[in-house]
């Protein structure tokens, strides 16, 4: 099971908010004669692929094309716009991911227009959440997106960006769990822990900010995808340096997490 591939899109959201009004959708299909083509944007190779990384082209996945949600609050104290991936095909498996990215952006927006938003004031602006999606690995066995969510509060100095991801098996259409790819945590975690402090910290030097003690699973698995190269783990804005950072991410080598990866999981195809 090799897996390569990549196909990028800017990201979108279907959502269910009680209080959305004026809601505009636009969606956007990768087949259909009577419809506008989608504007896809190709994620280019690694300039520099991690050691050990040998991707190997195999058969694309399914097509993934895009929905695009805008909305309004009733008082306009904020604003949502998130482009949403969308899954093509009419399977079971196909509508489980569909139905987890769905719920996953909802939590996204529900998060951001529950959390008591000021009203607009003077010449201030509303409130808003932009959202949006690119495709880390499309193959005919896993679909790995990532997801970029910036939100701005009235009244703030600058946005905040928050990195997130979601990771499928394309057969049955299950949402993998990061810990799924190990033999076991005591492995991973030690490997997972040196290999991205050396590139953080060489990526954000003096102003990474790395947490003390022991480093938990809940530190990796917030915003990671499958790529060719290896497993790429991202994290929100000021999560591990300043404002400034932005949200930085770091790649582990498939040669160098190899020997925790379970060989029949998930992940096993790619060290073979």
Same mark, same amino acid.
């Given at each position: 099971?090799?897996m390569?591939?990549? %196909? @990028?899109?800017?990201?979108?959201? !279907?959502?269910?908010?009680?209080?959305?009004?004026?809601?505009?959708?636009?969606?956007?299909?990768? %087949?259909? @004669?009577?419809?506008?083509?989608?504007?896809?944007?190709?994620?280019?190779?690694?300039?520099?692929?991690?050691?050990?990384?040998?991707?190997?082209?195999?058969?694309?996945?399914?097509?993934?094309?895009?929905?695009?949600?805008?909305?309004?609050?009733p008082?306009? %104290?904020?604003?949502?716009?998130?482009?949403?991936?969308?899954?093509?095909?009419d399977?079971? $498996?196909?509508?489980?991911?569909?139905?987890?990215?769905?719920?996953?952006?909802? =939590?996204?927006i529900?998060?951001?227009?529950?959390?008591?938003?000021?009203?607009?004031?003077?010449?201030?602006?509303?409130?808003?959440? =932009?959202?949006?999606?690119?495709?880390a690995?499309?193959?005919?066995? !896993?679909?790995? !997106?990532?997801? @970029?969510?910036l939100?701005?509060?009235?009244?703030?100095?600058?946005?905040?960006?928050? *990195?997130?991801?979601?990771?499928?098996?394309?057969?049955?259409?299950?949402?993998?769990?990061? +810990?799924?790819?190990?033999?076991?945590?005591?492995?991973?975690l030690?490997?997972?822990?040196?290999?991205? %402090?050396?590139?953080?910290?060489?990526?954000?030097?003096?102003?990474?900010?790395?947490?003390?003690?022991?480093?938990p699973?809940?530190?990796?698995?917030?915003?990671?995808? &499958?790529?060719? *190269?290896? !497993?790429?783990? +991202?994290?929100?804005?000021?999560?591990?340096?300043?404002? $400034?950072?932005?949200?930085?991410?770091?790649?582990? *080598?498939?040669?160098?997490?190899?020997? *925790?990866?379970?060989? =029949?999981?998930?992940?096993?195809? &790619?060290?073979?």
């Open positions: 099971m090799g390569v591939g990549s %196909r @990028s899109a800017r990201f979108g959201v !279907l959502a269910s908010v009680a209080l959305f009004v004026a809601v505009t959708v636009a969606t956007a299909s990768c %087949r259909g @004669s009577n419809a506008t083509p989608p504007i896809i944007y190709i994620t280019p190779a690694p300039a520099t692929p991690a050691p050990g990384a040998t991707p190997t082209p195999v058969p694309p996945g399914p097509d993934i094309s895009s929905a695009v949600i805008s909305a309004t609050a008082d306009s %104290r904020w604003t949502v716009t998130f482009k949403k991936p969308v899954i093509g095909g399977s079971a $498996a196909v509508a489980k991911m569909n139905d987890a990215i769905t719920a996953k952006v909802n =939590d996204y529900n998060a951001f227009t529950s959390h008591g938003l000021p009203a607009v004031t003077g010449n201030q602006g509303p409130s808003t959440l =932009d959202g949006d999606f690119t495709i690995l499309d193959s005919a066995e !896993l679909i790995s !997106l990532r997801f @970029s969510v939100t701005y509060v009235t009244g703030a100095a600058t946005t905040v960006g928050e *990195a997130g991801s979601i990771n499928f098996t394309v057969k049955t259409g299950a949402t993998i769990v990061l +810990s799924n790819l190990f033999t076991s945590s005591a492995v991973a030690p490997i997972l822990t040196s290999k991205t %402090r050396a590139s953080l910290s060489a990526l954000l030097g003096p102003d990474l900010s790395w947490p003390g003690g022991s480093i699973m809940s530190f990796f698995d917030k915003a990671w995808v &499958f790529t060719p *190269a290896g !497993l790429e783990f +991202s994290w929100s804005q000021e999560a591990i340096g300043s404002h $400034a950072a932005g949200m930085p991410s770091a790649t582990v *080598a498939w040669a160098d997490i190899k020997p *925790a990866i379970k060989a =029949d999981g998930p992940a096993g195809g &790619f060290i073979h």
